[in-house]
C-alpha cells in the first residue's frame, strides 16, 4: 500500500526555535510538493519538485523556509527561525507529474508555534 | 491572489439528495481541473478530474462539470451520502504539475 509518509505528525515550538519537517515520496514518484493549510488561504502550494530539482518555490518565505530533496525518498522543509504565523498544517505530496497529475497527500505535519 | 476560487465554506444536504460544489477560476491558462476530498487528520485524496477539452466527466455518483466560457466548475454527488461528510478542493494547473487550490467547501450529509 503505496502511500506518502510525514514526520513529525505533530509539532509544538517556542518562536525563535528551528523546525524540520519530512517527507517519503511514493516510490517512482518523481514530483514533489509543499504545502500549507490555514483557514483563510486554503492550501497553499510552497514548493514543488521534478527529479530532485527545484521547479518554483515562489509560494514560499524566502528568508525563513528552505526546502531540499537531499534524495529521491526524502524532502525536507525547514523554518528558521519559526513564528508564530507558521502555525499550519504542512502537507507534502507527490506525483508522476506529465499526463498523469494527480497528486498524493501525505497525512500532514501540524506545527504550532507559540 | 486567489486564482482558484470557492465561495461556499459550507454545504449542508440531505442524505439521498444532490450536491453542488461550485468552484471559479480566473487563470485562462489552467488546462487542467481536480477535485480532492479531505477527512479530518487526513490529506486531501484525489475524487475526480476533467480536462479543458471536454466539459463533463463521470464516475460513479461524482460529475465534474467544466464551463471554459465562465471559468467556472462544478461537482455534482448524486445520491449523497453520510460518508460524503467533508472537505471538498477544487483544483486547477496550467501545465500538469503546479497546481493551485481553492479555500476548500465543508459539505455535510445529514441522515
Known amino acids: 500500500d503505496a502511500r506518502v509518509t510525514q514526520t513529525p505528525r505533530h509539532k509544538v515550538t517556542e518562536m525563535g526555535q528551528e523546525v524540520t519537517m519530512r517527507c517519503q515520496p511514493i516510490?517512482?514518484?518523481?514530483?514533489v510538493f509543499w504545502y500549507r493549510q490555514t483557514m483563510m488561504q486554503g492550501l497553499e502550494l510552497l514548493a514543488y519538485?521534478?527529479?530532485?530539482?527545484?521547479?518554483?518555490d515562489s509560494g514560499m518565505p524566502k528568508d525563513r523556509f528552505s526546502a531540499e530533496m537531499p534524495d529521491a525518498t526524502l524532502a525536507t522543509l525547514k523554518i528558521q527561525p519559526s513564528e508564530p504565523r507558521d502555525s499550519a498544517v504542512y502537507f507534502c505530496a507527490s506525483g508522476l507529474g506529465g499526463a498523469l497529475p494527480e497528486q498524493y497527500f501525505g497525512p500532514g505535519t501540524r506545527l504550532t508555534v507559540t | 491572489d486567489q486564482q482558484v476560487k470557492q465561495n461556499s465554506p459550507s454545504l449542508s444536504v440531505q442524505e439521498g439528495r444532490i450536491s453542488i460544489l461550485n468552484c471559479d477560476y480566473t487563470?485562462?491558462?489552467?488546462?487542467?481541473f481536480l477535485w480532492y476530498k479531505k477527512y479530518p487528520a487526513e490529506g486531501p485524496t484525489f475524487l475526480i478530474s476533467?480536462?479543458?477539452?471536454?466539459d463533463k466527466n463521470e464516475d460513479g455518483r461524482f460529475t465534474v462539470f467544466l464551463n471554459k466560457s465562465a471559468k467556472h466548475l462544478s461537482l455534482h454527488i448524486v445520491p449523497s451520502q453520510p460518508g460524503d461528510s467533508a472537505v471538498y478542493f477544487c483544483a486547477a494547473s496550467p501545465n500538469n504539475n503546479d497546481m493551485r487550490f481553492g479555500a476548500g467547501t465543508r459539505l455535510t450529509v445529514k441522515p
Open positions: 476533467i480536462s479543458s477539452i471536454k
Open positions: 519538485f521534478r527529479n530532485r530539482a527545484p521547479l518554483d
Open positions: 487563470n485562462s491558462m489552467f488546462d487542467y
Open positions: 516510490l517512482g514518484h518523481n514530483t
